[in-house]
Structure formats: structure tokens, C-alpha cells
């Protein structure tokens, strides 16, 4: 049996080099109230749980 969930990104965040990514991934999620839904994503370099945040409703 084959599950396929859909989904639609709404919105992407860029930013300037003023902060790294890990620290703008966390402070997004936590703004955001997000949560990780891929463990490492985006992670593989650093020791973050992930640089992809769901924040869905």
C-alpha cells in the first residue's frame, strides 16, 4: 500500500547573513511555534534536530 500525503508550502523565509541558519532556524520555529517534522533536514553539517519547520494550523 502506497501513502502520499500532499502538502503546500505557504511561505519561505530568506535572510541576510547577519545571523547562521541554525540560529534563524530555531528562532523562526520558536516565533513561529513550529515544530521539526523531518529529523536532520537540512542538518547534515551541524548538530541541529533540523533546518525544516512545520508551523502549520
Do not use: W
Amino acid at each position: 500500500m502506497i501513502c502520499v500525503r500532499t502538502i503546500n508550502i505557504t511561505k519561505i523565509i530568506t535572510y541576510e547573513n547577519s545571523i547562521g541558519e541554525c540560529q534563524l532556524a530555531e528562532k523562526i520555529r520558536k516565533k513561529e511555534g513550529g515544530i521539526y517534522p523531518v529529523t536532520r533536514f537540512g542538518a547534515s553539517d551541524c548538530r541541529c534536530t533540523s533546518h525544516l519547520i512545520y508551523a502549520g494550523n
